[in-house]
Nanobody
Framework: QVQLVESGGGSVQAGDSLRLSCAASGETLSNYAMGWFRQGPGKEREFVAAITWSGSNTYYTNSVKGRFTMSRDNAKNTVSLQMNSLKPEDTAVYYC??????????????????WGQGTQVFVSS
């Protein structure tokens, strides 16, 4: 069983940066691929970024490429999402998720075994 807790959300202006963190407990994250998803107001949950179990590849949805960077620190059992040049359309609740020993199908939410409770990001124009 893995417990995931996100932090780092907040209210910022367009163009600002935020760094989200996801801390895990219960098991080592080195056994898991990790993903970030978000759900904006009135929208369905959508894929944002993922890093493979092996750590060799990261994936991003087109709208955040070049602005967001996902990383993992297995020694600290955390993953992070550095978000730069934020836009109002990035406003959402951001969730981290863990998928046991998976390297494929990471943009699909059904690939994940555990989810955090989410952290709110609000970007004003």
């Amino acid at each position: 069983q893995v417990q995931l807790v996100e932090s780092g959300g907040g209210s910022v202006q367009a163009g600002d940066s935020l760094r989200l963190s996801c801390a895990a407990s219960g098991e080592t994250l080195s056994n898991y691929a990790m993903g970030w998803f978000r759900q904006g107001p009135g929208k369905e949950r959508e894929f944002v970024a993922a890093i493979t179990w092996s750590g060799s590849n990261t994936y991003y949805t087109n709208s955040v490429k070049g602005r967001f960077t996902m990383s993992r620190d297995n020694a600290k059992n955390t993953v992070s999402l550095q978000m730069n040049s934020l836009k109002p359309e990035d406003t959402a609740v951001y969730y981290c998720a863990a998928a046991y020993k998976r390297n494929l199908a990471l943009p699909q939410s059904r690939s994940y075994d555990y989810w955090g409770q989410g952290t709110q990001v609000f970007v004003s124009s």
